[in-house]
Structure formats: structure tokens, C-alpha cells
T-cell receptor, first 113, second 113 residues
């Protein structure tokens, strides 16, 4: 158990809908990272937050957004969902604003039908 | 190119050594990582190496880094069936907005008894 909690574990939704994925980082970790894992694209970095502020942005679509709240949990919002958004979404956390020793959650498997 | 490259599959017999290779792209990467993903699970950080090191050993794991060729390898000694998993190489990339982990597509290690 990495200490990073993601909910829900599985999500099935229809095209055009909007979903919110939630991540609780390890106790004491200030940085949260979101990744998308799909068969064709592999593991893609989406976005990073550090202590509530956005710090790095990767291949995140405009239809996607994220935020980190004062209690340090983070949410990834995916809207106008398309079939191609079906993937495993991982959250990771680390202590400092660095990727050293980032710990990953179990992921949320999103299926868009 | 901009990708972190890994071979997709490796098959070994139990007790043999496994060597998983990776080439990365950013010569300024400070840290390079190896992660393990078991079926249905998140990513587990196995080990990482600081860019000013050539080698790091951690029990059965040996990481070799060739900065000139931007080549990273992970050697698993006395490979066990429990080592069967997908292994991801990753580099840290810095930009004005922060840092991101860039992953390879993963090498599926299959260990037969």
C-alpha cells in the first residue's frame, strides 16, 4: 500500500458526460501528479500541483482540469468525454516539488461507452 | 526524438539474470527511475539513480547509467516468478512550470519456472 488513495476504482460513463476523479496523497506529501495510462499512448504526464498551486503541465487536454484543495487532496475533472478518454488514471504524490520518490495510487479505470 | 525508449518484452527463466534496457532523451535529467507495475496495481518505485552516478546497487537490483549514450539499464539478479511485471523507465524533465516524470512504454518481463 503506497498510502495514496484514489476513488473511485472503476468508472463507466457515456460519451459527452463529465466525471471527477479524486486523489488523497500520502500524509505530509505536498505534491500531487496526475497521469493517464492507455494502451496506445503509454503513461502520459497530465499535470502537477504543489501545495495548492499548479506547477507543471503535460499533455492535458483542454477538456480536462484539476485542482488541489487546502487539505491537499486533488481532483481531476474530465468533461465532454470521448471514447478515447478510456484509460487508467493514476495519481502520485511526493514530499517536495520533485519527482524523487513519487508514490502512486492504484488508479481509477475509466471506461467511456 | 522526445520519447523514452524501452524494448517491449523480455522472457527469462527463473534463477537467471534479467537486464532491461532504456534510452532517454534529456541529458539534463537529474534523476532516472525504474518503476514496476504488477497486473491491476499501481506503479511501485523500485529504484532511482542520480545523474552523477554510474551505478547503483540495491539488493538484487543493479542500475547502470551511461550518460554519454543516455542509456539506463536495470539488472535483476536471480529473477523470480514474482518479478513478472511491467517495468517502466522514467526520466525527470524540468521546465519553467516545474518537473514531470516522462515514462517509457514499459517492458513486460515474463519469468518462467
Amino acid at each position: 500500500d503506497s498510502g495514496v488513495t484514489q476513488t473511485p476504482k472503476h468508472l463507466i460513463t457515456a460519451t459527452g458526460q463529465r466525471v471527477t476523479l479524486r486523489c488523497s496523497p500520502r500524509s505530509g506529501d505536498l505534491s500531487v501528479y496526475w497521469y493517464q495510462q492507455s494502451l496506445d499512448q503509454g503513461l502520459q504526464f497530465l499535470i502537477q500541483y504543489y501545495n495548492g498551486e499548479e506547477r507543471a503541465k503535460g499533455n492535458i487536454l483542454e477538456r480536462f482540469s484539476a485542482q488541489q484543495f487546502p487539505d491537499l487532496h486533488s481532483e481531476l475533472n474530465l468533461s465532454s468525454l470521448e471514447l478515447g478518454d478510456s484509460a487508467l488514471y493514476f495519481c502520485a504524490s511526493s514530499v517536495v516539488n520533485s519527482n524523487t520518490e513519487a508514490f502512486f495510487g492504484q488508479g481509477t479505470r475509466l471506461t467511456v461507452v | 526524438g522526445e520519447d523514452v525508449e524501452q524494448s517491449l518484452f523480455l522472457s527469462v527463466r527463473e534463477g537467471d539474470s534479467s537486464v532491461i534496457n532504456c534510452t532517454y532523451t534529456d541529458s539534463s535529467s537529474t534523476y532516472l527511475y525504474w518503476y514496476k507495475q504488477e497486473p491491476g496495481a499501481g506503479l511501485q518505485l523500485l529504484t532511482y539513480i542520480f545523474s552523477n552516478m554510474d551505478m547503483k546497487q540495491d539488493q538484487r537490483l543493479t542500475v547502470l547509467l551511461n550518460k554519454k549514450d543516455k542509456h539506463l539499464s536495470l539488472r535483476i539478479a536471480d529473477t523470480q516468478t514474482g518479478d513478472s511485471a511491467i517495468y517502466f523507465c522514467a526520466e525527470s524533465r524540468f521546465n519553467q512550470a516545474g518537473t514531470a516524470l516522462i515514462f517509457g512504454k514499459g517492458t513486460t518481463l515474463s519469468v518462467s519456472s
